[in-house]
């Protein structure tokens, strides 16, 4: 017989109490320094016995040999250094799970009947894993195979636990997509229901932390008690995927054709508004109409930013089709070894939108400053051909009159 014993941060330690024999004895042991709760009390066949009965089970071809015995346990004493009674706990109303079953209860003491399964068996209280399955979520084909009260029985680390499917999930992350499947539960409701069948089995082995400061979680558990833990660091497994040759290769080119895009935008735009693809006729042609050097300068900036308008749309159309692209890229490279989960185009579209608007306020405060010097440059140009228009029509007055 062994005492499972929690202490306050959550570990269980077996106590070893003794054997019991065919007749009434006390069974006990000195507790250890600190403040502890009684998890469960745990019986084990003698190991002489587990050992013969396990040797006689692999010769014997008839079914596998088990005894069965019954005992009853109770009440549960502590006693101080005098002998004095400290507390006393009362067994009449626990539970027998595994190798043990509880026949009936009394006040204090609890009968019990115990089979040599080579499994132990746990005397404990009443857990709300008895009467409430554990809530999980599963793949769409474990949920399939579940019964129609979405009820299904499940082992874990060898121990059965009893869930309820309360919803489905497509995937999970770690999880290959040829694997037979996958259940997900809490991990305090998990490592209830698996220490109400075996105290301690509950204890977790492995831990996702998330936190905002990756650098000192990578120096806490590089020393101290935390030494011993594998660890594996998001960060760390994101700049190994940066430092890919495919992960380089595929930025460097969207890198290349944004600055050759941009360049050829703008050298563009400079031509076609302010260089050799400007028409001078047509702003001649609108002097002579009589349109003013404020009138020009609107009309170029209209211009200008028809153009800017029509540039940043096209490059969002080529960012798109870019990041797709690239996307492409990383999936062919992605052959040999297939991505999980599979790999989705995700648009920054918000940031497009906000480099977007940055050029075209860029584009309109260089194009307001262009279309100034622009116009104030024709209007300088028409005034002396308006002033020669003007004297020849004096001219032609004169004459007219004499």
Same mark, same amino acid.
């Given at each position: 017989?062994?005492?499972?014993?929690?202490?306050?941060?959550?570990?269980?330690?077996?106590?070893?109490?003794?054997?019991?024999?065919?007749?009434?004895?006390?069974?006990?042991?000195?507790?250890?320094?600190?403040?502890?709760?009684?998890?469960?009390?745990?019986?084990?066949?003698?190991?002489?016995?587990?050992?013969?009965?396990?040797?006689?089970?692999?010769?014997?071809?008839?079914?596998?040999?088990?005894?069965?015995?019954?005992?009853?346990?109770?009440?549960?004493?502590?006693?101080?250094?005098?002998?004095?009674?400290?507390?006393?706990?009362?067994?009449?109303?626990?539970?027998?799970?595994?190798?043990?079953?509880?026949?009936?209860?009394?006040?204090?003491?609890?009968?019990?009947?115990?089979?040599?399964?080579?499994?132990?068996?746990?005397?404990?209280?009443?857990?709300?894993?008895?009467?409430?399955?554990?809530?999980?979520?599963?793949?769409?084909?474990?949920?399939?195979? =579940? $019964?129609?009260?979405?009820?299904?029985? !499940?082992? %874990?680390? +060898? /121990?059965? #636990?009893?869930?309820?499917?309360? *919803?489905?999930?497509?995937?999970?992350?770690?999880?290959?997509?040829?694997?037979?499947?996958?259940?997900?539960?809490?991990?305090?409701?998990?490592?209830?229901?698996?220490?109400?069948?075996?105290?301690?089995?509950?204890?977790?082995?492995?831990?996702?932390?998330?936190?905002?400061?990756?650098?000192?979680?990578?120096?806490?558990?590089?020393?101290?008690?935390?030494?011993?833990?594998?660890?594996?660091?998001?960060?760390?497994?994101?700049?190994?995927?940066?430092?890919?040759?495919?992960?380089?290769?595929?930025?460097?080119?969207?890198? =290349? $054709?944004?600055?050759?895009?941009?360049? !050829?935008? %703008?050298? +563009? /735009?400079? #031509?076609?508004?302010?260089?050799? *693809?400007?028409?001078?006729?047509?702003?001649?042609?609108?002097?002579?109409?009589?349109?003013?050097?404020?009138?020009?300068?609107?009309?170029?900036?209209?211009?200008?930013?028809?153009?800017?308008?029509?540039?940043?749309?096209?490059?969002?159309?080529?960012?798109?089709?870019?990041?797709?692209?690239?996307?492409?890229?990383?999936?062919?490279?992605?052959?040999?070894?297939?991505?999980?989960?599979?790999?989705?185009?995700?648009?920054?579209?918000?940031?497009?939108?906000?480099?977007?608007?940055?050029?075209l306020g860029a584009l309109g405060f260089a194009g307001l400053l262009a279309?100034?010097?622009?116009?104030?440059?024709?209007?300088?140009?028409?005034?002396?051909?308006?002033?020669?228009?003007?004297?020849?029509?004096?001219?032609?007055?004169?004459?007219g009159t004499v």
């Open positions: 017989m062994t005492a499972d014993l929690r202490d306050a941060s959550g570990a269980v330690r077996g106590l070893r109490l003794g054997a019991a024999g065919p007749t009434a004895r006390t069974v006990g042991a000195r507790l250890p320094a600190g403040r502890w709760e009684v998890e469960a009390l745990e019986l084990d066949e003698p190991a002489g016995l587990a050992a013969t009965n396990g040797h006689q089970n692999a010769e014997n071809v008839a079914a596998g040999t088990q005894f069965a015995a019954g005992l009853t346990v109770g009440p549960l004493t502590a006693l101080g250094r005098t002998g004095a009674r400290l507390e006393s706990v009362e067994l009449g109303g626990w539970r027998g799970v595994g190798a043990a079953g509880v026949t009936r209860g009394g006040a204090q003491a609890a009968a019990i009947r115990f089979a040599t399964t080579g499994q132990p068996g746990v005397v404990r209280p009443v857990q709300p894993s008895d009467s409430r399955p554990l809530p999980v979520l599963v793949d769409p084909r474990t949920a399939g195979a =579940a $019964a129609g009260g979405r009820g299904i029985e !499940l082992t %874990v680390d +060898g /121990l059965p #636990v009893f869930a309820r499917v309360v *919803g489905v999930l497509r995937r999970f992350p770690t999880i290959a997509p040829d694997a037979a499947g996958f259940v997900v539960a809490d991990g305090d409701a998990l490592g209830a229901a698996l220490d109400a069948q075996l105290p301690g089995q509950g204890l977790a082995g492995e831990l996702w932390i998330s936190t905002r400061h990756p650098g000192r979680l990578a120096a806490a558990v590089r020393r101290g008690p935390l030494a011993g833990l594998g660890v594996s660091l998001r960060t760390d497994v994101e700049r190994r995927l940066r430092a890919a040759p495919v992960a380089r290769a595929v930025v460097r080119t969207l890198f =290349a $054709a944004t600055v050759v895009s941009g360049g !050829l935008a %703008v050298l +563009g /735009l400079l #031509v076609a508004l302010l260089g050799s *693809g400007r028409d001078p006729a047509v702003e001649r042609d609108l002097v002579e109409l009589g349109v003013g050097p404020r009138a020009l300068r609107r009309e170029l900036l209209i211009r200008l930013m028809i153009c800017a308008v029509a540039g940043v749309v096209a490059g969002w159309a080529v960012a798109v089709f870019l990041t797709r692209l690239a996307v492409a890229a990383v999936r062919a490279a992605g052959t040999i070894a297939v991505p999980r989960p599979p790999l989705v185009t995700v648009v920054p579209w918000g940031e497009l939108a906000v480099w977007g608007l940055v050029v279309a100034r010097r622009a116009g104030s440059g024709s209007a300088a140009r028409s005034r002396p051909r308006g002033a020669g228009a003007a004297r020849r029509r004096a001219r032609s007055a004169r004459r």
